[in-house]
């Protein structure tokens, strides 16, 4: 329920945010305004307001909306009273500022929600290095175990959500990334780090971890935290503060040895030995079956007890001022806008997987699996959705503003608009791409849902 409360919570504010800026930009233009709908089909609710007695329409599907103004192209149009303000009238920069409004208010949009996400402050891990596979990349550029990295191709990393950012940038530009990394004594070094390994298809996966960058893991007691309702650990009559001693007569170590059992066990039963306020307890568990990278693995649904010092240890609250989170803000949309694109070009070329598109399932997983994690992972979420549907309905396709926005270059250059008829062959051919694109997108969802 909260993953489908989540997803018509993101739908309806992106609509209704995108629709919105078509809709104010049009009346500060004098353009009149005859419906504001969020969602298609039948109407579930619907009012009245203003003096242009603008129709406001909440619909059954919400998969989209539209801002209706007047237009000739329509119907008729009172020439005594309302000629002046029908959409066709306008002058071409009124016309291009009324559809650029939609793609321009996601994008303010996500500026705004990461200016709230870095003045209150982020929460990440800090980017120090785990152990390092041998012959991998990471090791071929003599890095360490340890070292604690700094900066990316100068650009400073505070947390391994920073790294993989600037990684993944980086990857569309150059085959090899100099890595400034800090060692002990406060040893600072340099590293070329070869991306060449990287292929088209690795970005759905772990590429971090092919490059053989891992996360530093202290030495966590196997004690149980946080449970799941309805998990087998809370099943299965496990308490808060339990410390594993052994699985199946074998002794665990940590609690990652606990999770590396546990993940090879799927439904299969599992015999406990723990400690309990000072007394052993013997107690049997059945991991439930989870699919993961086409795989099968088990999971018990809880978390580990770390003390403050182990977290200290590891994680990192990145914050900023208001003036110095507003820039950043900025920055992450304008960057993310750009690597979008990039990554759009690269999938046409070939050289990035066209896997990476998503659809409305994907979207809603994630916006189930963001709104469990806490408020600021849905934030973060919904201003990526956001920067997304404003990049998206930029692009150059007819049926898309950007197509409306192609059109109007034209009509700057040509001095009159485009016809209706190449207008109506355009509508064609972007209706084609725009239902290629969605049929390659529930591709996707429906392999990610059986493979994992």
Request: net charge neutral; proline share 4%.
């Amino acid at each position: 329920m909260l993953t489908i409360a989540a997803f018509i919570f993101t739908l309806s504010v992106l609509i209704a945010i995108h629709e919105y800026g078509h809709f104010q930009v049009a009346r500060w233009c004098g353009v009149k305004v005859l419906r504001f709908s969020i969602g298609f089909g039948r109407p579930l609710f619907r009012k009245t307001f203003g003096k242009d007695k603008t129709e406001f329409v909440l619909a059954a599907l919400p998969f989209g909306g539209y801002v209706k103004m007047l237009d000739e192209r329509e119907g008729p149009v009172d020439a005594s009273e309302d000629l002046s303000r029908a959409f066709n009238r306008q002058s071409v920069w009124k016309r291009i500022a009324i559809v650029s409004a939609g793609p321009a208010a996601n994008l303010l949009l996500a500026v705004f929600l990461y200016w709230v996400l870095f003045m209150h402050g982020v929460m990440g891990m800090k980017p120090l290095l785990g152990e390092i596979p041998v012959d991998s990349p990471a090791a071929q550029a003599g890095m360490k175990p340890g070292q604690l990295i700094q900066k990316v191709a100068g650009t400073a990393t505070f947390t391994w959500q920073d790294v993989r950012w600037a990684l993944l940038q980086e990857s569309l530009e150059s085959e090899v990334i100099e890595i400034e990394a800090l060692g002990q004594p406060n040893n600072l070094q340099l590293h070329h780090l070869s991306l060449s390994s990287i292929g088209r298809d690795d970005y759905e996966t772990d590429f971090l971890g092919k490059l053989g960058l891992k996360p530093y893991q202290p030495v966590v007691p196997a004690i149980i935290g946080e449970m799941i309702k309805s998990g087998a650990a809370a099943r299965s009559g496990l308490q808060n503060g339990d410390e594993i001693i052994a699985v199946n007569s074998e002794a665990v170590r940590d609690w990652e040895h606990f999770v590396t059992i546990v993940r090879q066990h799927p439904q299969q039963e599992l015999q406990l030995k723990l400690q309990r306020e000072g007394r052993m307890v013997n107690l049997l568990i059945t991991p439930d079956r989870a699919r993961e990278e086409g795989g099968e693995i088990g999971r018990i649904g809880a978390m580990n007890r770390m003390d403050d010092a182990l977290l200290d240890e590891v994680l990192v609250n990145v914050r900023y001022g208001p003036l110095e989170s507003f820039a950043k803000a900025s920055a992450k949309t304008w960057d993310t806008s750009i690597f979008s694109l990039k990554m759009l070009a690269s999938m046409i070329t070939g050289d990035v997987s066209w896997k990476g598109v998503s659809g409305p399932v994907t979207i809603a997983s994630y916006a189930g699996q963001s709104a469990h994690i806490g408020w600021k992972a849905f934030i973060g979420f919904l201003a990526l959705i956001s920067i997304s549907l404003g990049v998206l309905n930029l692009l150059p396709v007819p049926v898309l503003d950007g197509g409306h926005l192609m059109y109007y270059m034209v009509e700057i250059f040509k001095g009159s608009p485009v016809s209706e008829a190449v207008m109506e062959a355009g509508q064609r051919v972007g209706l084609f791409l725009l239902g290629l694109l969605m049929v390659l997108a529930f591709y996707n969802d429906i392999n990610r849902f059986f493979t994992g």
